[in-house]
Each structure stands twice: as C-alpha cells, then as structure tokens.
C-alpha cells in the first residue's frame, strides 16, 4: 500500500509541475511562493516530529499517545500554512496530507482511495488502543513525511498570477468558514478555531502587498484581518466559540471586503467553484450560482410559470388522478406528512420516504440514491415510474399538445424552438425552473445575516453555535444551504451512511435493508449510503431519514448524539457517521431543534 501511494504521489507532482502558464507583472507572486517555500519548510519539519512520535507510542502508555497527539496537532496546524496554496495549486497533491477519513470514490470510473493521511492518523491515535494500529499509523506518518520532504519540487517550472492567488484566498475563506470553525477535518482533535487562527495569519501574510497601501479597502481588509485574528486567539475553546458573533463581527464582513479589494485591484478572476463571486459573503442570498447546476443555463420568467402550472397538472399520470403536488405539498413544504408515500394505487407504500422539495435544485444528484444526474432526469423518471404517476411520455405530450393553452405557454416558454415547442424535454425544463424557485433564504437565520439581529431567538444562536461546533451538524449539512455540497467548491454532493435504523425504536435497534446507492453503483463503499439533504425547512417535513423512520426531530437527534447505528450496538462496517457519542445534553439537543426551526423560510410573496 506504501508504495502505491508514493507512485500516486509522484505522478501528481509531475503532473502539477506542468499545469500553469507564465505570468508576468505580477508583484504578489514571488511573495506568495516565498511563503509557501517557508510554510512547506516548517511542515517538513513537524511531520518528521509526529513520525518520530508516532514510532515512540507504546503499549498501555498514555504519555507516548498524548505525545503522539500533540505533535499531530503541530503538523496540522503547520499544514494550515500552506494549505490554500496546495488545494489550489496542487489539489491532486494536496489528498495525500489531509483527505478525509474514509473511503472517497471517484465517479463515474469508480475508483476509491482509502482513507489516509492526518485526519486518518488522527481517527487510529484516538481509538481504544492505538497501539494496536501502531503499524497503520506509522506507514501514514512515513507517506506523510516523505512527500513533505518534497513539496519544493511542485515549484519547478511554477507560474502563476495575482489573479489566481486572489481566488486561492476567496476559496480559502470560504474553506475556514464553513470548515475550519466547523471541525470539519479536525472532529477528534478539536482544534478548528486554532487551526483557522493560523489560516488567517496565512491570508494576513500573502495580501501584505496589497495592504500596504492608502486604499480604503486596503484599510477594511487589513482591519477584519487583525479582528479574526485577535478574536480566534482570545476564544480558542472550540465547543464553547461563539461562531456566529465571529462570523457577523469581522469573518463575514472581512470576505466583503476582501471581494471588494479584489474587484477595485482588477484581480478578479474564476476559474472553479459554484460559489458566485459577486455575493457579498457565504450567507448571502446568492452565494451558490444556480447556473452551476444547470450547466449555465438560466430559466425564464415564463418557463418558471409553466413549470408551475405543470406541477399541479394531473394530466401527467396515466390515469389523470395525480400531479407532482400529490407526493409534494406546498403547504407541507413540498412533502407529504407520510413515512412513505402512497402508490397510485392509494393502497401500497413506495419504497422511500418523499423528501422536501426546497433547495432541490442546488444538487448535482437526485433521489435519495442520488441515480438521476439532473433535476430534468429525476421529473422523467418520477413521471413514468408505474407506482408513482404512471404516465407515458407520448401520451402526455399529445395531451398538452391538445390543449389551446398548453401549446401557447410552451411556445411563450421556449421561443427560440424551431420545431414543435411541447415535448418531453421542454416539461422537464419547464418543471425543473419551477423547482428551482423554491429556494427563497428568508428564514430567521437568513435574516439574521442579512442584519437583523433580533431574528432569533437566544435558544436558536445557542442552537446555530452548537449545530456548527460541538454536535458536528455541519460537518456534513456544509452552510450555507446546509446539504451535502462540499465546500469550499460546492461542486460534489456527498452520499453517508448513518447506520440507519429500521424504525425509531432505538432501545431495540434493527437495520434498515435499503441497500441505497450500492444498487446505482455496486460498490461495497456504498452500502445503504444516501444523499445528504438540505436541513433548511426540515422542522417542517417530517418524518426523517429515507425509509421515514423518525418521526420528529427529537429522535432524529437522539439518534445522532448516540453515534447512528454503530453507536447504537448495531455494527455497519461501512457507517460513515463517527460512532462516537456527542454526549449532548437535553438543553444542548433543544436548542439544537430550535436553530433547525430558524432555518424554515417564510412562505408568502416572494416565496412559495
């Protein structure tokens, strides 16, 4: 296994080595790099420290292992030095020092590196014995030391530009709030807010040679940097940091400011991410672009209309006695109360429980099993599935072409159509454009970012602060939109498995059979995984889970704080989920719920 991960990695530096075209006239560049050269050096360093003390561990020696630990924490927090350098630069590099701590499948070719690195060394230092993975541990530590060793070679023939190295910072930003305060990549360690601190040093070094200017923007820059910083340093508990006074006191409005310096400074530039640069901040309204998820494609007026009024039309089932509302009510937002719904028979139970509609359009999978690609494939399948609406596409199409006013509103809606304008891709489109407006941002929490400070409730901050520290909600449920896209890119949708339960019966806890995207792609990673949903408007959308087996939040809750399945005595070999108790409290667990009441958006105008 060693030696598969050194050609891995050395492929990767010949392949980075190359990748970048000359820039000239670029006064932050040298800078940067000299950073880098420096920030590589001290990591070096630290990771031949936690190797040597990885090598001292011995058994029942709690000293060798807190030893062990500590000098972990060292190299990461060294690591924090250079790593926006290397997740931009060097992405492919940059997984051999911090990938997650479990298997990542690379679709569609279906290959899957096993979990390794400092976050892997940091799950074996922190189980019952890890003397006992000593091996393990040692192997990580030597692959981690010896590619350190050689991070100066990803500078051979290296060029860059100010541009780029400005949108390094925006994403790494982004990185820092919605992972490192979170404990994104350190949940053993806790050591996100001292992790982030040295993030920020980072950033406050590489922008010097902007900031040693008269611009005023200069001077906000340089003033939310010095203000992170001095609150990281003075709060670095991470279960008790108050994450959302750091974010609505200098962290957010220091990204304000860093966009704005970019675009004044002509250095804008966006090369990746789904994020829309012209947001002011992460929880604004328009942090994610939609266009990301419909390959750029941007949706009238007049399809969002149709789209609609298809939505509620029951012409598209086969026997004309259901439409999409049916499974999705707006007045439950766009669920349907039931654990399961009901077949067109009205007699058996689908498989699955009907999930929210809301933000649904802000995911590059669809259905629980994550098997339709797009949103338009999902409504196709939904129509046709024979237990759901039964309907023939040919059938339906000539029912709406029919119709005087169906062949006018598709005409209106798609114009630019030569040929006949109702078909089947054409309802698809129409339907996912409606869907895509459910998506308004305007809860509490929203409202509170937005300014409002008396928009939630003390219970609800205490909730927000919880969910995004000590209870580790947004370590999968990533803000802003609190599903599974990944940050800082938000250009992957993650699928975990829970260990999910049967029922919620969880002093008897019997697994669920759905064997969830293993069907879609028979890989044994994938054994009863399912997409991450959104948490936004979930206060109102029960019950939970894909098979619906919680009935409120309380013991969705319950279920998590206990560790999922495994935690619970059940034993899922392939359960994501930390079996680790959160050992929350009953307080700490209601204001939990509450923050999750202050994600529910207000219907109404400008609504849905």
């Not at 820039?23 to 950073?35: F, K, L």
């Not at 992405?91 to 701590?101: E, I, L």
């Not at 699928?495 to 339960?501: A, D, M, S, V, Y």
Request: aromatic share 12%.
């Amino acid at each position: 296994m060693y030696r598969n991960k050194v050609i891995w990695l050395l492929f990767s530096l010949l392949l980075a080595a190359y990748s970048f075209t000359p820039s000239t006239d670029d006064r932050g560049v040298a800078h940067t790099i000299a950073i880098f050269r420096e920030g590589a050096a001290g990591f070096a360093a630290a990771s031949l420290e936690l190797e040597h003390a990885i090598q001292a561990i011995q058994k029942d020696d709690t000293a060798s292992i807190n030893n062990a630990k500590e000098a972990l924490e060292k190299c990461r927090l060294q690591y924090k030095r250079i790593e926006f350098f290397l997740d931009y630069f060097f992405f492919s590099s940059s997984m051999v020092y911090n990938r997650p701590a479990k298997t990542e499948i690379d679709e569609p070719y279906m290959e899957y590196q096993a979990p390794s690195g400092l976050q892997q060394i940091a799950v074996l230092l922190f189980e019952k014995d890890p003397f006992s993975r000593k091996k393990e541990l040692a192997t990580e530590a030597l692959v981690i030391r010896t590619a350190a060793a050689d991070l100066p070679s990803l500078l051979y023939q290296f060029t860059t530009s100010d541009k780029a190295i400005m949108e390094s910072i925006r994403l790494e930003l982004v990185r820092l709030y919605a992972g490192g305060i979170t404990g994104y990549d350190a949940p053993e360690l806790k050591t996100g807010i001292a992790e982030t601190a040295q993030s920020m040093r980072t950033i406050q070094a590489v922008l010097a040679p902007w900031l040693n200017t008269t611009s005023p923007r200069a001077a906000s820059v340089a003033h939310y940097l010095d203000q992170c910083i001095q609150y990281l340093d003075t709060h670095p508990g991470f279960d008790d940091f108050n994450r959302l006074q750091f974010l609505t006191t200098c962290g957010l409005p220091l990204q304000e400011s860093t966009g704005a310096l970019i675009r004044d400074l002509q250095l804008d530039q966006h090369t990746r991410s789904a994020l829309d640069y012209n947001a002011p901040h992460l929880f604004s309204k328009d942090a994610i672009s939609l266009k990301a998820f419909t390959n750029g494609a941007v949706y009238t007026d007049n399809q969002k209309l149709l789209g609609r009024q298809l939505f509620f039309e029951k012409a598209l089932s086969g026997n004309n006695t259901r439409n999409c509302a049916t499974c999705h009510r707006p007045e439950l937002y766009f669920s349907d109360g039931l654990r399961t719904s009901m077949a067109l028979d009205n007699k058996t139970p689908v498989r699955r429980n009907a999930p929210g509609l809301t933000y649904t359009a802000f995911q590059y999978a669809q259905f629980w099993d994550g098997r339709a690609g797009t949103l338009a494939k999902q409504i196709l399948t939904v129509i046709s599935n024979p237990q759901e609406m039964d309907g023939h596409h040919e059938v339906i199409i000539q029912r709406l072409s029919d119709s005087p006013y169906y062949r006018n509103a598709f005409a209106t809606a798609f114009p630019n159509d030569t040929t006949a304008a109702v078909t089947t891709p054409h309802l698809a489109a129409a339907i996912a454009a409606y869907l895509s407006t459910l998506a308004p941002m305007n809860s509490a929490m929203d409202e509170y970012f937005a300014g409002n400070k008396n928009a939630m409730t003390p219970a609800q901050i205490r909730g927000f602060n919880l969910f995004t520290g000590k209870a580790q909600c947004a370590t999968c449920h990533f803000a802003p939109l609190f599903n599974g896209l990944t940050p800082p890119l938000y250009q992957f949708t993650e699928f975990e498995n829970l260990g999910i339960t049967a029922s919620d019966d969880l002093l008897h806890p019997t697994p669920d059979t759905d064997a969830g995207r293993y069907e879609f792609f028979p890989i044994p990673y994938y054994q009863r995984a399912f997409k991450t949903p959104t948490v936004r408007n979930t206060a109102m959308t029960a019950p939970y889970m894909h098979n619906g087996a919680f009935r409120d939040l309380e013991k969705v809750m319950e279920f998590y704080n206990a560790g999922g399945g495994n935690g619970l005595g059940m034993h899922d070999p392939y359960q994501t989920l930390s079996s680790t108790p959160l050992n929350l409290s009953n307080a700490e667990i209601g204001d939990i719920i509450a923050f999750i009441h202050a994600l529910t958006d207000k219907p109404g105008k400008g609504s849905f």
